[in-house]
């Protein structure tokens, strides 16, 4: 299974990145080696995370969950793991 990021969820990647830099060069390698590592797992098993609450008529593909309090979220299709969002926790989601 292969895994794509959208054009949004990159760009949201590196702002996150960029901007815990500003501060810490130590906690951006931190978070983003984590989001890393948490998306590369995916594909062991990609519906352990729990169904995306905030995604309007969920079929059951669509799937998020937290990290370093980052909210990453994601499709499962049948050959790939679509990553779509990142955003803060502190951030109001966005109807989808």
């Known amino acids: 299974m292969v895994?794509?990021?959208?054009?949004?969820?990159?760009?949201?990647?590196?702002?996150?990145?960029r901007?815990?830099?500003?501060?810490?060069y130590q906690n951006a390698i931190k978070v983003r080696r984590?989001?890393?590592t948490a998306v590369l797992s995916l594909p062991e098993q990609?519906?352990?995370h729990r169904l995306d609450k905030y995604k309007k008529?969920?079929?059951g593909t669509w799937r998020a969950f937290e990290i370093?309090?980052?909210?990453?979220s994601y499709r499962v299709k049948q050959n790939?793991?679509?990553i779509v969002r990142l955003r803060h926790t502190s951030r109001s989601p966005l109807a989808y």
């Open 3 to 17: 895994i794509v990021w959208s054009i949004n969820a990159k760009n949201e990647f590196k702002e996150i990145y």
């Open 19 to 24: 901007y815990i830099l500003k501060d810490s």
């Open 34 to 36: 984590g989001i890393i």
């Open 46 to 48: 990609p519906e352990k």
């Open 57 to 59: 008529n969920n079929d």
């Open 68 to 72: 370093y309090h980052y909210r990453i």
């Open 80 to 82: 790939e793991i679509r």
